[in-house]
């Protein structure tokens, strides 16, 4: 059955579109009679008002989009429920989109934007984007992009990440302080910002302590459906690692499957340690350390700017940069 629209509603009682639509209102320029009448006839015909209609005219969606890579992800799952906190305060939709990691949907996801459908973006971008033209569109038709968690480093506009330069140092440092002599950071992008900050910190840490660097210390992961024989065959390796960083919690599961096989023990023979939110950390066997990042306070804060940036077109996202610090919470897997 289609779907009842105003039009409808006008065409059977005869009436104007206008005076359909004033009447749902309860404008005062109807009568009550005739008000009657029209919310009969809706209910009979179970009309279901179109809240984009409406704003449209008002050159207003009340709807915000936030693109994610994935939200198996607790980190976004986490993310969402902090920028729903701030939506909800504004009387504002939240519709969410997935790239699931290519940046192929991503830029089809940000083309349907430019018509106006949604008031803003706030955008985790994919591990496989490395330009800005899709993104740079959007802020041709004056539609405010805020970045969250991942970001791109030659677009000007608001940011809200982590520090992710200290906490690879931090990870690294950690594993040195726990006995490692060779440890590895696994990686999902050779572009993602987040990947290449985060190894920064990490080759920082080694160099300090006098490590020479070598070709095994980053270890490439950017294909997922062969992460755990990837990681199988590292664990294999003469040139074994005595330590790991997973910089995205996605990589815990294959790095606890693949010792497991092994029989690699969790620290003793291997010490694990990865960027991650996960619930289950304290109870996963051993207990996983994990660099916790602020997923719920990252994601208010980006909402929060987002909405400056739509209410106030005075507001200049570009100068807005807001980092919050991650933190180690140290359990066995590095004991």
């Not at 039009?7 to 009436?15: I, M």
């Not at 320029?29 to 984009?52: F, G, H, M, Q, R």
């Amino acid at each position: 059955m289609s779907k009842v629209n105003i039009k409808a509603l006008a065409d059977q009682l005869h009436l104007s579109v206008s005076t359909i639509s004033k009447a749902l209102r309860d404008s005062y320029e109807i009568s009550e009679e005739t008000k009657k009448k029209v919310l009969d006839l809706a209910t009979e015909l179970n009309y279901v008002p179109n809240p984009y209609a409406s704003s449209l005219r008002k050159k207003k969606s009340k709807t915000i989009a936030v693109v994610l890579p994935e939200v198996a992800d607790n980190f976004f799952s986490l993310a969402i429920n902090g920028i729903q906190t701030i939506a909800e305060t504004k009387g504002y939709h939240v519709l969410i989109y997935l790239s699931h990691e290519k940046y192929s949907n991503e830029k089809v996801i940000l083309e349907e934007f430019q018509s106006g459908r949604v008031d803003g973006v706030l955008i985790s971008i994919s591990s496989e984007t490395n330009t800005s033209d899709h993104i740079n569109k959007l802020h041709a038709n004056n539609i405010p992009v805020v970045f969250f968690d991942r970001d791109q480093d030659n677009i000007e506009t608001a940011r809200v990440t982590t520090n992710d330069f200290e906490c690879g140092y931090m990870a690294a440092s950690h594993l040195l302080e726990k006995g490692c002599q060779n440890p590895a950071f696994i990686s999902i992008s050779k572009s993602l910002p987040i990947c290449l900050h985060r190894i920064e910190g990490f080759k920082a840490a080694l160099k300090e302590a006098g490590i020479p660097e070598n070709e095994n210390q980053v270890i490439d992961c950017t294909d997922e459906g062969s992460n755990y024989q990837q990681i199988k065959k590292i664990l294999q390796s003469e040139n074994r690692p005595d330590g790991l960083i997973a910089s995205v919690e996605k990589i815990v599961t294959p790095v606890y499957l693949a010792c497991h096989e092994l029989n690699i023990n969790i620290p003793r023979d291997i010490k694990v340690i990865a960027f991650a939110t996960l619930e289950t950390a304290p109870i996963l066997d051993p207990p996983l350390t994990t660099i916790t990042q602020p997923a719920f306070e990252i994601g208010k804060a980006a909402a929060t700017l987002l909405f400056k940036g739509i209410e106030k077109s005075t507001f200049d996202l570009k100068k807005e940069r807001m980092v919050i610090p991650s933190v180690l919470i140290m359990r066995k897997s590095t004991s």
